[in-house]
């Protein structure tokens, strides 16, 4: 089991490579993704908006909504105020810190190309690409 955040989710729908071939090999390497409930809003904002600049075709963002709701098996609840704790005291956005938070208190790794939260939560940050 692992953490992925929303920059993962994005890579294997519609990021660049090298970087969706490393979503991919990631899925493949452990296929059991978790992230707390919020990632389902950061998923829809940046497939919206990759639609509406024809980055990616309606009928891709379909495919990937279907697809990325199987893939991400469970929404966690967080802790707000250990989020919160956590965002202050390293600096991150609350909305970063929950996938941190979810990482630690799950006692598994976080993978991520947020380049703060690689610097902040080396611990259990771990970057992609692989």
């Not at 390497?29 to 829809?44: Q, V």
């Amino acid at each position: 089991m692992i953490v992925v955040d929303n920059t993962v989710l994005i890579d294997f729908w519609a990021g660049e490579e090298p970087f969706r071939s490393d979503a991919k090999r990631l899925f493949r390497m452990d296929s059991d993704w978790i992230a707390p409930g919020l990632w389902f809003y950061e998923f829809g904002n940046v497939m919206s908006k990759l639609a509406r600049l024809n980055v990616i075709s309606e009928s891709r963002k379909k495919q990937a909504w279907s697809d990325a709701l199987e893939m991400v098996r469970s929404f966690h609840e967080i802790d707000a105020y250990g989020v919160d704790r956590l965002a202050e005291s390293k600096g991150l956005k609350f909305y970063d810190a929950a996938y941190v938070w979810l990482a630690q208190s799950q006692e598994c790794v976080l993978h991520t190309r947020d380049k703060q939260i690689l610097r902040e939560c080396s611990d259990v940050a771990v970057a992609m690409p692989l």
